[in-house]
């Protein structure tokens, strides 16, 4: 599984219209979303190095459909998507919702926000898992149009915690 999942993170980087890089002290995740042009729809995948002793490598590869603004007077989209993620031991098909805020108010430098959930129950996960259950919250600021820095947190749990971690990231928007 490694040997496709790897490729096909690189290569959606190549083309990705968003590309982010999540540090740790113990981790490096890679993220790239494709949108296509003129559709609320994106490809996204991801890659999570990890140096903890006894930890598996983390791929995630899977498709978003996003809606028009969510609220009137604010930049925020809802988003539903549906993900493949796969480590040495664990595998799953979550199926999760988010919440896109790209602006808050008129400031110099804006501010954005990102929340996801997802959940894949017994049915939809493989190999040893029972289920799971990961969820994602990022803050940031855009300094220029097509950059961004931010802090986040992710927890990523099959049957028992893989990873519960906060990170600082920083990101290109093509």
């Known amino acids: 599984m490694k040997k496709i999942l790897l490729p096909l993170v690189v290569a959606s980087s190549m083309f990705a219209s968003d590309l982010n890089l999540e540090l740790t002290n113990e981790t490096l995740m890679v993220n790239s979303t494709i949108t296509i042009p003129n559709q609320n729809f994106a490809v996204r995948g991801g890659y999570l190095y990890n140096d903890v002793e006894n930890s598996n490598n983390y791929y995630t590869l899977g498709i978003q459909a996003q809606g028009e603004n969510a609220l009137d007077n604010y930049n925020s989209r ?3 998507f549906i993900d493949f993620d796969h480590t040495k031991n664990n595998s799953a098909i979550p199926i999760g919702i988010g919440i896109y805020n790209n602006q808050f108010g008129n400031l110099q430098y804006p501010l ?4 996801e959930v997802a959940y894949a129950p017994a049915v939809l996960s493989f190999n040893d898992a029972t289920r799971l259950f990961k969820t ?3 803050l940031g600021l855009k300094p220029i149009e097509n950059a961004k ?3 986040g947190y992710r927890d990523i749990s099959f049957n028992h915690n893989y990873q519960s971690v906060a990170y600082f990231g920083i990101g290109f928007v093509f």
């Open 136 to 138: 994602k919250v990022e």
């Open 78 to 80: 809802l988003a539903i």
């Open 149 to 151: 820095v931010y802090i």
């Open 112 to 115: 954005f926000a990102k929340a």
